[in-house]
């Protein structure tokens, strides 16, 4: 099993940046493909990104490209994402979640482990 624990959430005016963190325990952290998921209040569940076991391969939804970025530190156990340039649109509890095959742009599926979330707040 993987425990996923996300922090760096906060409020942020539009225009500015935050970069979200996702540790995990266990040592099977690089067996698995990890996806960062979004969901807004009153609205389901989103995929943001995702990046294969070993960084090699990511996706990223269209309403984030360009300004968010995947990457994973095996060594570390933790998978990060760095977003600029934030809208309001933005705002959402994100989480981030494993899964043993790499399924970019899922909803969900596939992934079996999840972390509590981290809740972002963009500002106009």
């Known amino acids: 099993q993987v425990q996923l624990v996300e922090s760096g959430g906060g409020l942020v005016q539009a225009g500015g940046s935050l970069r979200l963190s996702c540790a995990a325990s266990?040592?099977?952290?690089?067996?698995?493909?990890m996806g960062w998921f979004r969901q807004a209040p009153g609205k389901e569940r989103e995929f943001v990104t995702a990046?294969?076991?070993?960084?090699?391969?990511?996706s990223y939804a269209d309403s984030v490209k360009g300004r968010f970025t995947i990457s994973r530190d095996n060594a570390k156990n933790a998978v990060y994402l760095q977003m600029v340039s934030l809208k309001p649109e933005d705002t959402a509890v994100y989480y981030c979640?494993?899964?043993?095959?790499?399924?970019?742009?899922?909803?969900?599926?596939?992934?079996?482990?999840w972390g509590q979330g981290t809740v972002v707040t963009v500002s106009s």
């Open positions: 990046i294969s076991r070993g960084g090699g391969t990511t």
């Open positions: 979640a494993a899964a043993r095959t790499y399924y970019g742009g899922s909803n969900g599926a596939g992934y079996d482990y």
């Open positions: 266990g040592r099977t952290f690089s067996s698995y493909a």
